[in-house]
């Protein structure tokens, strides 16, 4: 299998925007276990500008452009440091890829971006894809890497896009504020009643929340890519998911659309 995996900067980071070690160590664990097993896996990892707020000490998540950009810089060093350093414990080679709204839009931008990631697969490598937030702006930016997490699976034609957040999945209301909430096990339709479940904003360092969440499942079920929205606390739940466990919440593909 093809496997976008996307982890957000609640499950990367503390509460502090410093590094969750046990946890990214863990999701490192599983994600270089399912690529032996003969998976490929692309991530697309968030956590640039929580991570640089917190190596520079900022007291939250910086809102001026200016700080945004210089966090993102300092924090995509160390993400990728991070990850070059655990991954290559286990045999295996990451790559970056860094790019903004404009390079989706223009189409000979995206194919450069579609081919890179393909032969960066052939090679045996696992691209890792963020922003490129220290050079995006409000008119080129893609804004959340939920959305950016279903572009790239629907670019490289990926079997399945799985979003790891710090939620189980989505719920028929806010599980924080209603005890009746109840967790949706599959969505086979993104209806208005679906799209009226997605809550409020993310977490202190993040971007998303439920709602780019819906958004990327629109674009990636449309392109007839599965979707699972799962938390990701316990790296197990990727072993799950690919063990065909019911695990968070799955947006099934669009059968009418051929891949
Ligand atoms: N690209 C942002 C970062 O690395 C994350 C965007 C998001 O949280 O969705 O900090």
């Keep these: 299998m093809r496997i976008v ?20 160590e863990g999701l490192v664990k599983a994600m270089s276990d399912l690529k032996n097993a003969g998976n490929e896996i692309i991530l697309v990892s968030s956590g640039a500008i929580g991570m640089g707020a917190g190596k520079l000490s900022l007291a939250d998540k910086p809102s001026d452009i200016p700080t945004k950009q210089a966090a993102a810089a300092v924090g995509q060093c160390e993400l990728m440091y991070t990850y070059d350093k655990l991954f290559s414990e286990y045999n295996h080679t990451v790559a970056q890829i860094l790019i903004t709204g404009e390079d989706i839009e223009h ?22 894809i963020n922003e490129n937030d220290s050079i995006a702006t409000d008119e080129i930016v893609i804004g959340d890497n939920d959305t950016l997490g279903a572009i790239a699976a629907t670019a490289v034609n990926a079997d399945l896009l799985i979003l790891l957040s710090d939620i189980d999945g989505l719920y028929t209301a806010d599980p924080h504020k209603d005890k009746n909430a109840v967790l949706l096990e599959c969505v086979d339709e993104i209806t208005p009643e679906i799209e009226g479940m997605t809550g409020g904003a993310g977490s202190r360092f993040g971007t998303g929340g439920m709602a780019t ?4 499942a629109k674009i990636a079920v449309n392109a007839g890519i599965d979707m699972i929205i799962a ?11 690919l063990e065909g466990k019911n695990v968070g919440t799955r947006f099934t593909a669009r059968k009418d659309d051929i891949k």
Excluded: C, Q, W
């Design 107 to 128: 189409s000979a931008r995206r194919s450069n971006f579609e081919n890179t990631v393909r032969r960066l697969l052939e090679l045996g490598a696992l691209p890792i």
């Design 5 to 24: 995996i996307k982890i957000g900067t609640s499950t990367l980071a503390h509460k502090s925007g410093l590094l969750n070690i046990r946890r990214v």
């Design 231 to 241: 938390n990701g606390k316990d790296p197990a739940v990727l072993y799950e998911i």
């Design 213 to 216: 969440k819906i958004k990327a």
